[in-house]
């Protein structure tokens, strides 16, 4: 009887210790969960740590606020279901375009400045618009393989990428005006998206900040020019070491009259921060597909897919996170920027918002 309870009791014993183990597993998945998924902010680093997520935009209608990506859903799309998402973004760009009200911010003419935005694959009729701060590197690295200059895009040097001399893209503005109108009528075209104010916030930092490629006019030409009309009070010998803050960056784009002025004197630079639809033309040029940045996981193989090219290239790799819109570091950005200035660049931008898809920014405006 002894021994019977006594095993009883390490019987007891044992199923306590496997339920303080589970708990304690279960705890540290759930930490590990949060990690994964959360966004990490810390100082100036705004990168964001995590497992893919998807997160569609609704687009069916420009009133119509898009859910925060936090309320995005995470199971990936279907085939199917990615074809309605890119049909209703297509519906949706169509429908912006008839709108009278936001006609003088979404309707441009087709110019040599479009023209030379758009990159030309004739071996598989294509037809790339370069929407710069939107990962446009990558899309270029996989027209480069399919013109036949390297057999994979791991193997492009990062140099050559840019180097339109030696990259073997050919642009639209180089053809005839038949050979333009036959191609625009009939090739696949396609461009990407993505918030129009995060893609600002990039600009400003490769270009003012960071400067990774080493292009010295941005700091010694364009921003001292920047500085000297929109910063309140500057002294003329340190204009270049003082550089240029993201508040200066605003005025300037929301000044509409000063700045077209300045983006004369700019030139082509000015590529990196000009509306999707100044650089791409979307409501005169009819497009195939329009990607989103905060979807390009799932965006990058069904735009292969469409085009008849995921058996020929990849999209390179995508770091987990990298695409997923931070609504705290624009935040961040904007915290000091007066509400004045935030609703003059929204106005100026309000059409890419709308054409797109993007819920306007409530939370800086108001």
């Known amino acids: 009887m002894c021994g019977e309870m006594r095993h009883h009791w390490l019987l007891l014993g044992a199923c306590g210790w496997v339920l303080l183990i589970l708990m ?5 998945i759930n930490f590990r969960a949060v990690d994964d998924y959360g966004e990490r902010v810390a100082g100036q680093s705004w990168t964001v740590s995590g497992t893919k997520v ?7 209608s420009p009133e119509k606020s898009a859910p925060k990506p936090s309320d995005q859903p995470s199971v990936p799309p279907t085939v199917v279901d990615w074809q309605s998402v890119a049909d209703k973004r297509i519906e949706l760009l169509s429908t912006v375009c008839k709108n009278s009200s936001l006609r003088n911010l979404t309707h441009v003419s087709i110019s040599k400045f479009v ?11 294509m037809l790339f618009c370069q929407t710069p701060k939107v990962g446009n590197t990558q899309w270029k690295k996989v027209l480069i393989v399919l013109n036949g200059a390297f057999p994979t895009v791991e193997e492009i040097p990062e140099n050559l990428v840019h180097d339109h001399e030696k990259n073997g893209l050919p ?13 625009l009528n009939t090739y696949f075209k396609f461009f990407i998206v993505r918030d129009p104010f995060e893609r600002l916030i990039s600009a400003f930092k490769d270009k003012f900040v960071k400067n990774p490629r080493f292009e010295p006019w941005y ?3 364009i921003a001292p020019a920047i ?3 929109y910063r309140k009070s500057h002294r003329d010998s340190d204009l270049a070491a003082s550089g240029l803050h993201f508040e200066d960056f605003v005025r300037y784009l929301g000044d509409v009259e000063g700045r077209r002025r300045m983006d004369r004197q700019f030139g082509e630079h000015i590529i990196h921060w000009v509306t999707y639809a100044e650089l791409c033309a979307p409501c005169e040029i009819h497009y195939s597909v329009v990607g989103h940045h905060e979807t390009l996981e799932q965006d990058a193989p069904h735009i292969l897919k469409a085009a008849g090219i995921d058996q020929l290239v990849s999209y390179p790799a995508i770091p987990p996170g990298i695409t997923r819109y931070n609504k705290t570091k624009v935040e961040h950005y904007f915290s000091d920027i007066s509400k004045r200035d935030i609703r003059r660049l929204y106005a100026r931008y309000q059409g890419d918002f709308h054409l ?10 108001n």
């Open 115 to 125: 023209l030379d935005r758009i990159f030309v694959c004739d071996k598989h009729k």
């Open 54 to 60: 998807v997160k569609l935009i609704p687009v069916s």
């Open 227 to 229: 500085i000297r009309k």
């Open 171 to 183: 642009r639209l503005s180089s053809l005839t005006p038949q050979e333009i109108t036959h191609r």
């Open 356 to 365: 797109f898809g993007y819920p306007s920014p409530e939370f800086l405006l």
């Open 24 to 28: 304690f597993v279960s705890k540290f």
């Open 219 to 221: 700091k010694h030409d």
